[in-house]
């Protein structure tokens, strides 16, 4: 007994090494008294989870070269408990029995997030005590495998629900006495497998999100001089598909090039990393003549290549079904000689390279297929 202990004080102190650099500093609780759960106590639960700390986020991802929320439950349940859970953080919470009262909560129950606006289950974690849970983030001042408290006002507010998958409600019952307190308030096991076959078929669409941005577009460079100029308007419009890593897109643009004096209509393909930093590229049809700003010299548009560009946008906030954010995008736009030739590289800069800041507006699909 005595060489458990010494064991168990390693492992808490290694592990508290790890944690100390997230917010939720677990080295501080008092020691929590093994329970059986299953055929796993809670001790092998944490010590499992926490060695996945630090590992980066990654849409999609099972494996500690990078992993995305639904991805880290699903592995430490197989590792743990044997069980198998369905890979999508709203499949998970059906297959759950959801507890009424915080109080019943217990070391392995799952909990549930409502993080993208749309009103439905997105994000899940794993308890560990005293109101602690580790989940993989993908976003906010730490990502990937993290601790977090249940308190966090960002938790609290979009918290959805804590419950048991089924398998380990039932034989969790068979071990410990069962309190009425303990209220069930919704129980759904998918018994049916063609459910699932429909919602695999409906799972392309509702993983696209439509992105509208409204910005206003600038420079810092005329030809005859340096200073800010206003350089017009665009609205942009992009469709993206979520359920990779690297999200891929395809959208249009709208703009207003007062410096050139032109109405362009880019057409977008893009990349988006992580949802902050965007890459697109495509070609751009012009309405009207160009002219280079201030000195109005006549020049020639460029359908292909046309426009190259990358956008950074912040932290989005939800405001009910969409999230917000601000975007910042450095973009150049490919102007010739009326000859077809190639501008000067001041010329081109001046004319065709230019910032855009604005308001993003992200709308998911699947909150409007409800």
Same mark, same amino acid.
């Given at each position: 007994?005595?060489?458990?202990?010494?064991?168990?004080?390693?492992?808490?102190?290694?592990?508290?090494?790890?944690?100390?650099?997230?917010? +939720?500093?677990?080295?501080?609780?008092?020691?929590?008294?093994?329970?059986? !759960?299953?055929?796993?106590?809670?001790?092998?639960? !944490?010590?499992?989870?926490?060695?996945?700390?630090?590992?980066?986020?990654?849409?999609?991802?099972?494996?500690?070269?990078?992993?995305?929320?639904?991805?880290?439950?699903?592995?430490?349940?197989?590792?743990?408990?044997?069980?198998?859970?369905?890979?999508?953080?709203?499949?998970?919470?059906? +297959?759950?029995?959801?507890?009424?009262?915080? &109080?019943?909560?217990?070391?392995?129950?799952?909990?549930?997030?409502?993080?993208?606006?749309?009103?439905?289950?997105?994000?899940?974690?794993?308890?560990?005590?005293?109101?602690?849970?580790?989940?993989?983030?993908?976003?906010?001042?730490?990502?990937?495998?993290?601790?977090?408290?249940?308190?966090?006002?960002?938790?609290?507010?979009?918290?959805?629900?804590?419950?048991?998958?089924?398998?380990?409600?039932?034989?969790?019952?068979?071990?410990?006495?069962?309190?009425?307190?303990?209220?069930?308030?919704?129980?759904?096991?998918?018994?049916?497998?063609?459910?699932?076959?429909?919602?695999?078929?409906?799972?392309?669409?509702?993983?696209?999100?439509?992105?509208?941005?409204?910005?206003?577009?600038?420079?810092?460079? @005329?030809?005859?001089?340096?200073?800010? &100029?206003?350089?017009? @308007?665009?609205?942009?419009?992009?469709?993206?598909?979520?359920?990779?890593?690297?999200?891929?897109?395809?959208?249009?643009?709208? !703009?207003?090039?007062?410096?050139?004096?032109?109405?362009?209509?880019?057409?977008?393909?893009?990349?988006?990393?992580?949802?902050?930093?965007?890459?697109?590229?495509?070609?751009?049809?012009?309405?009207?003549?160009?002219?280079?700003?201030?000195?109005?010299?006549?020049?020639?548009?460029?359908?292909?290549?046309?426009?190259?560009?990358?956008?950074?946008?912040?932290?989005?906030?939800?405001?009910?079904?969409?999230?917000?954010?601000?975007?910042?995008?450095?973009?150049?736009?490919?102007? &010739?000689?009326?000859?077809?030739?190639?501008?000067?590289?001041?010329?081109?800069?001046?004319?065709?390279?230019?910032?855009?800041?604005?308001?993003? +507006?992200?709308?998911?699909?699947?909150?409007?297929?409800?």
């Amino acid at each position: 007994m005595k060489k458990i202990l010494i064991i168990l004080l390693i492992i808490a102190g290694f592990t508290s090494c790890k944690v100390a650099k997230q917010e +939720v500093i677990i080295e501080t609780q008092k020691p929590i008294k093994e329970k059986p !759960r299953g055929k796993h106590k809670v001790s092998d639960l !944490r010590a499992y989870c926490l060695d996945w700390l630090g590992t980066p986020h990654r849409m999609g991802g099972t494996t500690k070269q990078g992993v995305d929320c639904s991805g880290f439950v699903c592995n430490v349940y197989k590792e743990i408990y044997g069980i198998s859970l369905p890979r999508r953080s709203q499949d998970m919470a059906k +297959v759950c029995k959801i507890i009424k009262d915080k &109080n019943d909560l217990k070391e392995g129950d799952l909990v549930f997030f409502k993080t993208t606006g749309d009103g439905s289950i997105s994000h899940v974690g794993i308890y560990i005590g005293r109101n602690q849970f580790i989940h993989a983030a993908s976003d906010g001042s730490n990502t990937g495998v993290i601790a977090s408290s249940l308190t966090e006002k960002y938790y609290k507010n979009c918290f959805a629900g804590v419950g048991k998958p089924i398998s380990t409600a039932k034989s969790n019952k068979k071990n410990e006495k069962t309190d009425d307190s303990d209220e069930i308030i919704e129980e759904e096991v998918i018994e049916d497998d063609n459910s699932e076959e429909k919602k695999s078929k409906g799972s392309f669409l509702s993983d696209i999100e439509v992105d509208t941005i409204t910005a206003c577009d600038w420079s810092l460079w @005329l030809p005859n001089k340096f200073m800010i &100029n206003f350089r017009g @308007l665009t609205l942009t419009t992009i469709a993206r598909y979520t359920g990779w890593q690297v999200q891929p897109g395809v959208g249009t643009t709208l !703009r207003w090039n007062s410096g050139t004096q032109v109405f362009q209509l880019p057409i977008l393909f893009s990349l988006t990393f992580n949802e902050h930093v965007t890459v697109y590229a495509g070609p751009v049809i012009t309405f009207g003549d160009p002219v280079t700003p201030d000195t109005h010299d006549p020049i020639k548009a460029s359908f292909f290549p046309g426009i190259m560009g990358v956008s950074f946008s912040t932290p989005s906030f939800n405001a009910g079904n969409v999230k917000i954010s601000v975007t910042q995008d450095l973009a150049y736009t490919i102007f &010739n000689d009326t000859d077809g030739g190639a501008l000067k590289f001041h010329d081109s800069l001046c004319t065709g390279f230019i910032f855009s800041t604005g308001i993003r +507006v992200t709308l998911p699909v699947k909150s409007v297929l409800k």
